[in-house]
């Protein structure tokens, strides 16, 4: 009964989830067939060498869509697709890798918490949920509000991760106009598909803020019995 309750309850973050990912996959896959007047590892590194970045590296690394920068090594790193495709959306998405580097690069205050709560947001998604669980189970109210204050830390991340992801792609549009990698009629398919991605960002943040607000009530109602 629990479980389904929570799901009614977070139903319609996980149904804008599910709409997310499908228009991610269907720009990507537009803008994949749109060539570009370079690829993504060029793009990359000319925004940062532009920013004087030139000490940051940029890897090749496995997967699809698996592309990250990583502020502790200084490395931004593209899968295969991304780092040699020569379309808008190899572009686009190393770009938006860029514009992380930037951030790190200019001390952008948003990008510095988010990395700081790195590690309670990882301890808060597991224990979180377990103390949640047995609370639950074993009808103990004091273990069901720890749990939920672990949680709350997913959330803060959750929160704080929106105006990075938002100012990333902000940068990635811009430098790319503005270095003449892309035209003004070409910055469309970009924006495109980096707002698909965005929106998977607020459909995962939506999702830890209803699940958190149903443990809170739920905590009130039987703290209330």
């Known amino acids: 009964m629990f479980n389904f ?3 009614l309850f977070v139903a319609p973050a996980v149904i804008l989830g599910i709409v997310a990912q499908f228009m991610v996959k269907s720009a990507y896959a537009q803008t994949s067939r749109i060539a570009a007047r370079t690829s993504g590892y060029a793009a990359a590194r000319h925004m940062l060498d532009a920013a004087g970045l030139r000490n940051v590296e940029i890897e090749q690394i496995p997967g699809t869509l698996s592309d990250h920068y990583d502020p502790r090594q200084k490395v931004l790193r593209l899968s295969q697709d991304v780092y040699h495709g020569r379309s808008l959306a190899a572009v686009g998405i190393a770009a938006h890798e860029a514009g992380h580097a930037l951030q790190d690069a200019r ?6 918490i988010r ?7 990882s301890f808060g998604s597991s224990a979180g949920m377990l103390l949640v669980l047995l609370g639950f189970a ?8 720890l749990g939920i204050v672990l949680f709350s830390g997913v959330v803060f991340f959750q929160l704080v991760n929106l105006p990075v992801e938002f100012n ?9 106009v503005e270095l003449g990698i892309i035209d003004q009629a070409e910055l469309p398919y970009v924006r495109k598909v980096l707002n698909a991605a965005a ?10 803020l209803l699940t958190l607000l149903y443990y809170v009530l739920q905590f009130m109602n039987r703290r209330e019995d």
């Open 5 to 7: 309750e929570l799901l």
């Open 107 to 112: 001390g952008y205050v948003p990008l510095m």
């Open 115 to 121: 990395n700081a709560a790195v590690p309670a947001a």
């Open 138 to 145: 074993l009808a103990l109210q004091f273990m069901l509000l």
């Open 168 to 176: 990333a792609s902000a940068r990635a549009k811009a430098q790319l």
């Open 199 to 208: 929106l998977t960002y607020v459909a995962a943040t939506l999702q830890s």
